[in-house]
């Protein structure tokens, strides 16, 4: 057997994410070993979900920091101390510094509520409403120095209901997240996407389109 692929995830937040690749990795589904959950905020609730599971925490607060380059040098170094393969952005609000996470292009993912490239950076399904639009979803891209930007891995997609408002959408929307990225990282962790110069590979093939998320699978 493979060895299992090392996880570090970052996250702000209440982590369902987390929790939900925890999960996987319960039932057998994921054959990986979350080394790292790291924060900006010491009171985020993911921070005891890891405890809970055995998984080591880190804390870096902001505000000891001179500026963002500063912080996010120190938190990669942090988070490179536990070698991980794969760092999973999971709820982490917070923007990157681009030569912080040079390093880890190709290794690093985030999932973030919305079709991307539709509605980067805040109050997605606000602005989904707003737009009239008749769906929305959620995607899973690597991590690149332009804001919820980089190459988009796999999306999910769901119907906008008549009457539907932030809290319905985030609402029906979460679960399909938790399906979508626990089937990402499911095929980072059996080697078979990878980014190159020229985009994403999946099984050998370029993805010239992101993958759909259909009932867990995730499907070309
Ligand atoms: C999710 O909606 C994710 O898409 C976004 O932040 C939220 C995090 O939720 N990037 P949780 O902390 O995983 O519950």
């Known amino acids: ?48 979900l ?43 609000m917070r923007i990157i510094d681009g030569d912080a996470l040079k390093p880890w292009a190709g290794r690093m993912i985030n999932i973030h509520p919305s079709l991307l490239p539709k509605y980067r950076g805040l109050h997605t399904h606000r602005r989904a409403l707003k737009a009239g639009d008749l769906e929305h979803g959620a995607s899973v891209h690597f991590v690149t120095a332009e804001l919820d930007g980089g190459p988009i891995i796999a999306q999910t997609t769901l119907p906008i209901e008549a009457g539907d408002d932030e809290t319905t959408l985030a ?3 979460l679960p399909l997240e938790h399906q979508l990225l626990t089937a990402v990282v499911a095929l980072l962790a059996a080697n078979r996407l990878a980014l190159v110069e020229q985009g994403i590979v999946f099984d050998h093939q370029p993805l010239r389109k992101p993958l759909r998320c259909v009932d867990g699978q995730l499907v070309r």
């Open 1 to 48: 057997m493979s060895t299992p692929l090392r996880i570090a995830v970052l996250a702000s937040g209440r982590g369902s994410n987390f929790a939900a690749l925890l999960a996987a990795r319960e039932r057998g589904e994921l054959p990986v070993e979350f080394v790292l959950v790291a924060s900006d905020k010491a009171d985020a609730p993911v921070l005891q």
């Open 50 to 92: 890891a405890q809970g599971a055995g998984v080591p925490t880190t804390v870096l607060d902001p505000r000891e920091y001179a500026d963002r380059r500063a912080y996010d040098f120190a938190l990669f170094d942090r988070i490179g101390a536990s070698k991980p393969d794969l760092l999973v952005l999971a709820g982490f």
């Open 171 to 173: 609402t029906r929307l």
